[in-house]
């Protein structure tokens, strides 16, 4: 059976980007020109899940609005004839199926995931989470769904990050797999929801990249509140990984070395502004130039 299901929960309050998400939504903050929910919802569709649930809550009308048609605007633009802003403005019309339910109680990450149950149904499914872009020039989505497809259970993302960072994450520990060729596909031996530095197993850290079998959702619904009295999918694997096969257990990491964002964070998001910007064929020469000139000016 081949994935088509994309999950992306998007009900967080983004308390670190306050005030600008006041009132609009930290998912639909502009990077560059697109909002960093496009980015993920692109990514979903360019590993082939044309079927994206979003999960939102109050205040998230926006989000709905994106991706939905603007007819006044639309025919503003034909009537001028600006079909390249006319296409901008369908591209995320047109990107995928995107449905929305909404999470209703802020109870964690685990319980927003829980809230796909019905409509994902008893097929494996991808969890995107917003605040993590990943540069699209690095593959990471693909080859976990290929790995869930060859050893079935669930699999997540893992990076390397600095043993002060470990604290932010939630931490994995691991152990190679017999017989494979490539280091990076492991075999997770336990997790923890943002240990303390000194009782993290690792320093590699769950980012937001996930593919979930769904016998994920009944251990959810059996998963009691954990670290910050909210119900964690971290903890949730971590009884799908004890699990036999045959139910859905076993969770497999992979370690991802490519280029990735966290646009939940204001420096990071700065990064991610600049170094996007600066790829971009329309603005990145232009750029690049002041970029430069500005940074030698600047005392670092
Ligand atoms: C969530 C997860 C955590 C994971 C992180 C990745 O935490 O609970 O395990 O490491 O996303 O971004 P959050 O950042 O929502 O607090």
């Given at each position: 059976m081949?994935?088509?299901?994309a999950?992306?929960p998007?009900a967080?309050?983004g308390?670190?980007?306050?005030?600008a998400t006041k009132?609009?939504?930290k998912e639909?903050?502009p990077?560059?020109d697109?909002?960093?929910?496009?980015y993920?919802?692109e990514?979903?569709?360019?590993?082939?899940?044309?079927?994206?649930?979003?999960?939102t809550?109050r205040?998230?009308?926006?989000?709905a609005?994106h991706?939905?048609?603007?007819?006044e605007?639309?025919a503003a633009l034909?009537a001028?004839?600006?079909?390249?802003?006319?296409?901008k403005v369908?591209?995320s019309t047109?990107?995928?199926n995107?449905h929305?339910?909404r999470?209703?109680q802020?109870?964690?990450?685990?319980?927003?995931?829980?809230?796909a149950k019905h409509h994902?149904?008893d097929?494996p499914?991808?969890?995107?989470?917003?605040?993590?872009?990943?540069?699209e020039?690095?593959?990471?989505?693909?080859?976990m769904?290929?790995?869930q497809?060859?050893l079935?259970?669930?699999?997540?993302?893992?990076?390397e990050?600095?043993?002060?960072?470990?604290?932010?994450?939630?931490c994995a520990?691991?152990?190679?797999?017999?017989?494979t060729?490539?280091?990076?596909?492991?075999?997770?031996?336990?997790?923890?929801e943002k240990?303390?530095?000194?009782?993290?197993?690792?320093?590699?850290?769950?980012?937001?990249?996930?593919?979930?079998h769904?016998?994920v959702?009944?251990?959810?619904?059996?998963?009691?509140?954990?670290?910050g009295?909210?119900?964690?999918?971290t903890?949730a694997?971590?009884?799908l990984?004890?699990?036999?096969?045959?139910?859905?257990?076993?969770v497999t990491?992979?370690?991802f070395?490519g280029r990735?964002?966290?646009?939940?964070d204001?420096?990071?998001?700065?990064?991610a502004?600049?170094?996007?910007?600066?790829?971009?064929?329309?603005l990145?020469?232009?750029?690049?130039?002041?970029?430069?000139?500005y940074?030698?000016?600047?005392?670092?």
């Open positions: 081949t994935i088509h299901k999950v992306i998007a967080g309050l308390t670190r980007f306050l005030p009132s609009t939504p639909m903050l990077v560059v697109k909002p960093a929910i496009q993920v919802v990514e979903a569709v360019a590993a082939g899940l044309d079927d994206v649930l979003l999960i809550g205040s998230k009308r926006t989000l609005d991706f939905d048609a603007v007819p605007l639309e034909e001028k004839g600006d079909t390249e802003r006319l296409a369908r591209e047109e990107l995928a995107v929305f339910v999470q209703g802020p109870r964690g990450l685990g319980h927003a995931v829980l809230q994902v149904g097929e499914f991808a969890v995107l989470l917003g605040d993590d872009l990943i540069d020039r690095d593959a990471l989505l693909t080859p769904l290929e790995i497809e060859r079935g259970g669930s699999v997540i993302a893992l990076l990050v600095p043993a002060e960072q470990i604290s932010s994450y939630g520990a691991i152990e190679p797999i017999d017989g060729q490539d280091a990076d596909t492991v075999r997770i031996t336990g997790l923890v240990p303390p530095v000194d009782e993290a197993p690792s320093n590699l850290a769950i980012i937001g990249r996930y593919v979930l769904p016998a959702f009944e251990v959810l619904e059996n998963t009691a509140p954990g670290r009295g909210e119900i964690q999918l903890d694997l971590a009884t990984m004890d699990m036999p096969a045959e139910q859905g257990g076993g990491g992979v370690v070395r990735r964002y966290d646009t939940g204001r420096l990071d998001y700065l990064k502004v600049v170094r996007i910007a600066a790829d971009r064929p329309d990145g020469p232009d750029f690049k130039e002041w970029l430069a000139g940074v030698a000016g600047a005392e670092v």
